[in-house]
């Protein structure tokens, strides 16, 4: 299986989908992208009913972001929820909180995305204590602190990042 990781390295990749799956993947993507993002997003809440197991998370964390960016809260919690249910490992785990989390900070709620952020952080390093997951947490994690005011927090999430 290979995540998304859309992250500083602007690479986005995708779960290796059987033939029928990718176009119906293309078109969600299609709507998405064509500023239909709740009927995007449904589609790929569909597509994920009849995806393989370890594709599942993936499709409905995508899912739960495009219904984020359409405003459709609800709808984005239900589908983190389920998404995060759906996960097989501590990787995808990691990138759903995140996801979960850059969605929230979005909407500029700093609280609810740092906890998020935090989940990401530990997911991350369950996953991968010396991998790049970290180092995105621990940005972002800090990102949020600041937005939010708490500048003594977000320096000593920030000082932590760099000692890595």
Avoid: C
Avoid at 92 to 103: D, F, V
Wanted: aromatic share 8%.
């Amino acid at each position: 299986m290979v995540w998304k990781y859309s992250g500083y390295l602007g690479v986005t990749v995708r779960p290796d989908l059987r033939e029928t799956e990718i176009r119906a993947y293309d078109d969600a993507v299609h709507l998405i992208r064509q500023g239909q993002r709740r009927e995007g997003a449904h589609a790929l809440v569909t597509l994920s009913r009849r995806a393989l197991r370890s594709q599942k998370s993936w499709l409905l964390k995508e899912a739960a972001v495009a219904y984020a960016t359409a405003n459709a809260v609800v709808e984005a919690e239900v589908t983190f929820a389920e998404s995060l249910a759906a996960a097989v490992s501590e990787h995808e785990k990691w990138q759903i909180e995140y996801a979960r989390g850059e969605s929230l900070l979005e909407q500029s709620q700093w609280d609810r995305a740092i906890v998020h952020y935090s989940n990401a952080l530990d997911g991350a390093i369950r996953a991968d204590p010396t991998g790049l997951g970290v180092l995105t947490s621990l940005n972002a994690l800090g990102t949020a602190h600041l937005r939010k005011g708490d500048l003594a927090e977000a320096e000593q999430v920030f000082n932590r990042e760099l000692a890595i």
